[in-house]
C-alpha cells in the first residue's frame, strides 16, 4: 500500500519554452495535485535534455531557467511545491548509477520511445549510450522520492512502467522494501494526454507545430490561422471533419460550446476562419493568467526558487539514497 504524499515529475530542458501538450498532459495535473495537497518536487530535467542535446549543452542548461518559469507561470507555487534542476541535486546521478548495475539489457531496447529517437539520429555512431539509460536515470529521478505517483503526458507510460519493474527487482535482490509501486497519473481525457499539434501529429517542439505558453496573443493568432483544418473544407457550405481538424481538436479542449461548434463545422453552416476566430479569443483569455505571471517573473526570482528547490529535494532524496547503500550493504 502506497500511502506517500509526494508526487515527483519533471520536463527536459530541450526547449527554453513549455507548449500546450506539455501543460495539458503534464503540468496541469501537477497544478490540480498541488491543490489537493500533495507535496510536489517538480524538476527541470537538464541532464535528460542532454541525451539529444549532447552538443548543446550550455544552451539545455540555460533553458533550465525558462521551463522552471513556465512552472510557476502555469500555477506552481513555490511555497508550497519544490522546483529545481535535476543536475543541481547530484543524488539522481548516483542513483541512476546504481540501478543502472541491476537493470536488464534486454528492458531498455524494447522501450519504443527509444526505438524512435534512435532513428531521429540517424546512425549508430550518434547514438550516446545516455539515450539508452534513459529510462534508468528516470526511475532513479523518480524513487528517489517515493512518489504516489508520476504526472506525464501518454507517451511516457513505457517509461514509467520500467521504474516500477526496477524497484521491485531491487527490493528483490537486496530482501528490503525499500521502494513501493507508484502510479501513472496520465490524464483520463485522451485528447489531454496527447494534445495535437498544430498539423495534427503530437505536438512537440521537435516537430515545430506547438502554441507555447508564452508565445503573444498575435503569435497564437497567426499560428491558428496556419493550423490544419479538413482539407476538403474550401467553403464555408462544404462539411467539415472536426475529427480530423487541429482547430476543432482544440476547440473540443477549451471551448464550453465545442458540440454546437463541432456540429456546425460537420454540416457546413460555419466556415474554418470562424472556428479560427473563435478559438483565438478563448485560448488566449485561457493563456492570459499564465503569461501574465510569467511576466512578473525575474532572473533573480526563479534562481532563488530553484535554489531553495534543489535544497529541499536534496533534503529528501538523500535520505533515500542512504537507504538504498544500506540495503546494499554499502557505507
Ligand atoms: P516533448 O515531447 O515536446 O519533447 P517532453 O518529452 O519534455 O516534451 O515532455 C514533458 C511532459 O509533457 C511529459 O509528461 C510528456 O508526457 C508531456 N507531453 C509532451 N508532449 C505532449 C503532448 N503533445 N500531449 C500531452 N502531453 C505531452
Redesign the pocket.
Known amino acids: 500500500m502506497n500511502d506517500s504524499n509526494r508526487i515527483l ?4 530542458s ?2 527554453p519554452r513549455l ?1 500546450l ?2 501543460y ?3 503540468l496541469r495535473n501537477w497544478v490540480d495535485l498541488q491543490n489537493k495537497g500533495f507535496k510536489m518536487y517538480c524538476m527541470v ?1 537538464d541532464l535528460h535534455a542532454l541525451t539529444t542535446m549532447y552538443e548543446e549543452s550550455a544552451e539545455a542548461s540555460r533553458n533550465a531557467r525558462e521551463v522552471a518559469k513556465d512552472f510557476v507561470a502555469g500555477g506552481i507555487d513555490p511555497s508550497r511545491s519544490s522546483v529545481f534542476v535535476q543536475s543541481h541535486v547530484p543524488e539522481h546521478s548516483e542513483l541512476h548509477l546504481l540501478l543502472s548495475m541491476i537493470t536488464p539489457l534486454g528492458w531498455l531496447e524494447r522501450v519504443p520511445t527509444y526505438k524512435e529517437k534512435q532513428e531521429d539520429l540517424g546512425s549508430a555512431e550518434r547514438e550516446p549510450y545516455g539515450l539508452l539509460g534513459y529510462p534508468v536515470l528516470q526511475s532513479a529521478d523518480i524513487l528517489l522520492y517515493k512518489p504516489y505517483g508520476v ?6 507510460a513505457p517509461h514509467l512502467e520500467i521504474g516500477n519493474d526496477i524497484a521491485a527487482r531491487f527490493n528483490r535482490l537486496y530482501g528490503r522494501e525499500v521502494f513501493q509501486p507508484y502510479k501513472y497519473l496520465i490524464p483520463e481525457d485522451e485528447l ?6 498544430l498539423d495534427m501529429r ?5 516537430y515545430d507545430n ?1 502554441i507555447y505558453l508564452s508565445d503573444t496573443e498575435d503569435q497564437t493568432a497567426a499560428k491558428i490561422k496556419q493550423a490544419f483544418t479538413t482539407p476538403t473544407k474550401i467553403r464555408l457550405t462544404d462539411p467539415g471533419q472536426p475529427e480530423g481538424c487541429a482547430v476543432c481538436q482544440y476547440l473540443r479542449l477549451y471551448s464550453p460550446d465545442w458540440e454546437r461548434q463541432w456540429e456546425e463545422d460537420r454540416q457546413g453552416l460555419r466556415g474554418c476562419s470562424q472556428n479560427k476566430k473563435e478559438l483565438t479569443e478563448i485560448l488566449n483569455e485561457y493563456l492570459r493568467p499564465i503569461r501574465e505571471r510569467r511576466a512578473l517573473l525575474d532572473d533573480a526570482a526563479i534562481e532563488e526558487i530553484l535554489c531553495r528547490g534543489a535544497e529541499e529535494a536534496r533534503g529528501f532524496a538523500s535520505k533515500t539514497l542512504a537507504e538504498v547503500k544500506s540495503a546494499m550493504g554499502m557505507f
Do not use: I, L
Open positions: 515529475s519533471g520536463m527536459r530541450t526547449n507548449h501538450g506539455n495539458e498532459g503534464a530535467a504526472p506525464v503526458g501518454r507517451d511516457q489531454r494526454a496527447k494534445v495535437p499539434g503530437k505536438m512537440s517542439k521537435s506547438c
